[in-house]
């Protein structure tokens, strides 16, 4: 008996030892080496411990990957068009920047002055003659070599103005039939039948009605429009305004004169409330200075006194010779909304001689007041 309980003994030890080398080796090939790869993680409460790996591409073997997907482009390739495009692009930068230099310096000159006054030359036409119209010129009659005028003596007209209109043909021509009319979108408001000539030029006038019909005001259209002997029809279309007589230019009432501005008081009368603008021109002697330019609003009907102001660094810059003098005069109501029409007033004063002027107290302003004063202009 005890024989065989020493052999059992030793055959569980035998087995034992057997297991403990074999049996866990096979064991542990058969269990997930990690949490990750476990059939069982989705179930599992808890989030994955520190002992969790996850692979990660290294920097070389994502830029592998990519390089295995993207066809190369070689160094001397990109050096090669980059070069290229900066050598294309860059000079038409620097036209465009030298360009945009020209144009700020040349606007910063030109409002080099306090807001109101602007630099005023022989070149500005529109300002020197404000109330101008300009010529139409066309080809008429059947063979076109006849050349026809047509010239009216100012663009805007007020109640009782007179429209003086003169068509010039370039040779002699038969009229056979004649009519000006005066137009509103292509639609006849008023017409005047002439007889029948041969001449080498046309004078029509008109006195306008006061006051003016009210389907008359704004932008018109004036025609001459004739047959000539060979049966051929021309017409001449000029525009022109018409304006309701909505304010008026009195008197020039002050002038006053410190070391920055000369400002001169404009009596006017308004018949309607409304924003307003009143300008002129100040000329010397021999030529002209600045043009002033200031907006009101006007909450009143009647008198009002309204002031141009003259910046004194406009008269240091040249020698002047006295008197100087106002010219030019106008004053408007502006639109309230946009496509609105100006209406224009008339002026009672047409040439206002300035007291004499001590130019020792017109100092030229600095580089930061002209640069302050471009800013005011430029935020207008």
Do not use: C
């Not at 996850?54 to 390739?77: G, L, M, Y």
């Not at 040779?171 to 509103?184: F, G, M, R, T, W």
């Not at 006017?268 to 030529?287: C, L, T």
Request: net charge negative; aromatic share 8%; charged share 25%.
């Amino acid at each position: 008996m005890r024989k065989v309980l020493l052999r059992l003994m030793a055959i569980g030890i035998v087995a034992g030892v057997l297991f403990a080398t074999f049996g866990s080796q096979h064991f542990k090939s058969n269990q997930p080496s990690t949490i990750a790869d476990s059939p069982n993680r989705i179930e599992t409460k808890h989030p994955p411990t520190n002992r969790t790996r996850v692979k990660e591409n290294s920097p070389t073997d994502f830029h592998k990957e990519i390089q295995d997907q993207v066809p190369q482009i070689t160094t001397n390739q990109f050096n090669d068009h980059d070069l290229s495009e900066e050598i294309r692009i860059k000079p038409e930068q620097e036209a465009l920047e030298a360009s945009l230099r020209q144009v700020q310096e040349a606007y910063r000159y030109q409002n080099r002055f306090a807001k109101g006054t602007t630099e005023l030359t022989r070149a500005d036409h529109h300002l020197l003659k404000p109330n101008q119209a300009f010529d139409v010129q066309f080809p008429v009659g059947e063979d076109q070599t006849t050349t026809a005028t047509l010239k009216l003596n100012q663009y805007y007209f007020l109640p009782g103005d007179v429209l003086n209109a003169q068509v010039d043909f370039s040779a002699p021509i038969q009229l056979d039939s004649l009519k000006v009319v005066l137009l509103h979108e292509g639609i006849s408001l008023k017409e005047w039948p002439q007889p029948p000539q041969k001449t080498e030029m046309f004078k029509f006038s008109w006195t306008l009605p006061k006051p003016l019909p009210t389907d008359w005001e704004g932008n018109k259209q004036f025609m001459i429009t004739f047959k000539d002997s060979a049966g051929f029809n021309s017409s001449l279309i000029a525009g022109i305004k018409l304006s309701p007589l909505t304010s008026e230019v009195l008197s020039i009432k002050d002038v006053s004169q410190d070391s920055q501005f000369i400002r001169l008081g404009v009596e006017v009368e308004v018949n309607k409330k409304g924003r307003y603008r009143i300008k002129g021109n100040i000329f010397d002697q021999k030529s002209p200075i600045a043009h002033l330019n200031q907006k009101y609003t006007i909450d009143s009907i009647g008198k009002h006194t309204l002031w141009l102001q003259l910046d004194a660094a406009a008269l240091s810059e040249k020698e002047i010779e006295q008197p100087l003098y106002l010219d030019n005069i106008q004053i408007e109501q502006l639109p309230l909304l946009p496509g609105d029409s100006t209406f224009y007033g008339r002026s009672r004063v047409t040439k206002y001689n300035l007291p004499p002027l001590d130019p020792s107290l017109f100092p030229k302003k600095t580089s930061s007041e002209q640069t302050s004063e471009f800013l005011d202009h430029l935020a207008d």
